[in-house]
């Protein structure tokens, strides 16, 4: 994890050393805004995992790709898996303002 003036950056390295354990423990629900409306999904169990997120935050895009329900934010997250590309960004609120994060993702197949 780097914050930083580009946000936070989740190294690769540290995305592969974390444990099956470690990710059954992390949690996710739809959030809706004053209106109602689903407005994105709030993580908890992330805080104490080392990578800059914590409990609370909400994932508002993922890659450019809206994520307002949970549903949403799984199948932006698979499609950024997919892709291949080297990194994938998430829009996160946390209170009153944005934070950029960007994962390193593993390669797929070679690690």
Known sequence: MEPGARGVVV???RLLHLTAEQL???GWAT???????AAGVR?????????GLEDGDVVTSINGRLT???DEATAAG???WMSGAPTARADVARGD???AVTLELPMRGRE
């Open 11 to 13: 190294s690769r390295e």
């Open 78 to 80: 698979a499609a950024a």
């Open 24 to 26: 059954r423990a992390v």
């Open 31 to 37: 959030v809706v805004n004053a209106r109602g409306k």
């Open 68 to 70: 307002p329900t949970e």
């Open 97 to 99: 303002r944005i934070v």
């Open 43 to 51: 993580l908890s169990g992330v805080g104490r995992l080392g990578l």
